[in-house]
Nanobody, 117 residues
Framework: QVQLVESGGGLVQAGGSLRLSCAASGSIFRLNVMGWGWYRQAPGKQRALVAT???????NYADSVKGRFTISRDSAKNTVYLQMNSLKPEDTAVYYC?????????WGQGTQVTVSS
């Protein structure tokens, strides 16, 4: 019923920037959306939290990306963004979008981000 589609990934050199988008469709009810999140999974590692955005605008970032990444949303479009600046090779991972609605988590398929040194 709920589908999340990430876009904006790709190959970039260290120091560059990318903006990821996550568009939600299906049974989305704006007042029931409690939060959004971005996660990433690097080769050989577990999936890790990158950034979260909750109702009323509260945000949280992993220490490794604080000051470089920014999460934002367009609620009318059911879309969340992740602006990534000053990218480092260690940011290379598959990035996943998550939507939390009415006690349930929904995940996208992921988009690959590769940062070359």
């Amino acid at each position: 019923q709920v589908q999340l589609v990430e876009s904006g990934g790709g190959l970039v050199q260290a120091g560059g920037s990318l903006r990821l988008s996550c568009a939600a469709s299906g049974s989305i009810f704006r007042l029931n959306v409690m939060g959004w999140g971005w996660y990433r999974q690097a080769p050989g590692k577990q999936r890790a939290l990158v950034a979260t955005l909750y109702s009323f605008g509260t945000t949280n970032y992993a220490d490794s990306v604080k000051g470089r990444f920014t999460i934002s949303r367009d609620s009318a479009k059911n879309t969340v963004y992740l602006q990534m600046n000053s990218l480092k090779p260690e940011d290379t991972a598959v990035y996943y979008c998550k939507l939390h609605q009415s006690g349930s988590d929904y995940w996208g398929q992921g988009t690959q981000v590769t940062v070359s040194s």
